[in-house]
């Protein structure tokens, strides 16, 4: 029989390098997924989870043993992912200015003929990418916050806990997600692809 995690953590404060070796067995292919759908790269992703686990175990003497392991776990992961993006949106937006700068484009004009036209969204993969642009478009809080709840299935509680948030912060910033990404796969007569 599985020891539960508080047992783990209880053995791994201890000193039990196994204990927290199963933690992350237990917990990583998880803490990987969350990285991948925020991220979007295997390479990212993974460095997520490492930096993760590594951050769990130098912090494991203050873990609340009142807690769940898990939605600690996701919470430094989010939390590291978002700096991951927000860093990641910086240099972007620094790069695309730079670049404007030097041929005379705008940024606007860069991210209108990056879209596709509605007439190539009927072929799966390229819905794939507008999806994928949809949610890159998200602040880097809605977007964890957004995969969080629909991809995840996390309550808007364990959310909020996850990004150290409150509730209503946390409807909030699902809301807007919602509405970004409904709007960004409009399709022609005004028809969503994306409905909750």
Do not use: C
């Not at 993006?85 to 940024?107: F, H, V």
């Amino acid at each position: 029989m599985d020891a539960s995690d508080a047992a783990l953590v209880a053995q791994a404060k201890a000193g039990d390098g196994d204990a927290f070796r199963v933690l992350v067995e237990r917990h990583g292919r998880k803490v990987f997924r969350l990285a991948f759908r925020l991220i979007g790269n295997e390479e990212d992703a993974e460095d997520i989870v490492q930096e993760t686990f590594l951050r769990a175990y130098r912090s494991l003497e203050r873990f609340n043993d009142q807690a769940q392991f898990s939605s600690w776990i996701y919470r430094i992961a989010s939390n590291y992912a978002l700096d991951l993006l927000r860093g990641r949106k910086r240099r972007t937006e620094q790069s695309l200015s730079a670049s404007a700068a030097d041929d005379g484009i705008t940024i606007a004009d860069r991210l209108a003929t990056a879209d596709p036209g509605p007439d190539r969204l009927a072929v799966g993969g390229q819905l794939q990418q507008r999806i994928k642009g949809a949610l890159e478009e998200l602040t880097p809080q809605e977007r964890v916050a957004f995969t969080l709840r629909h991809f995840e299935g996390h309550t808007v509680e364990e959310i909020a806990t996850h990004l150290n948030v409150s509730s209503s912060a946390t409807r909030n910033a699902v809301f807007r997600a919602v509405q970004k990404v409904r709007r960004a796969l409009q399709l022609g007569e005004g028809e969503p692809v994306w409905r909750s």
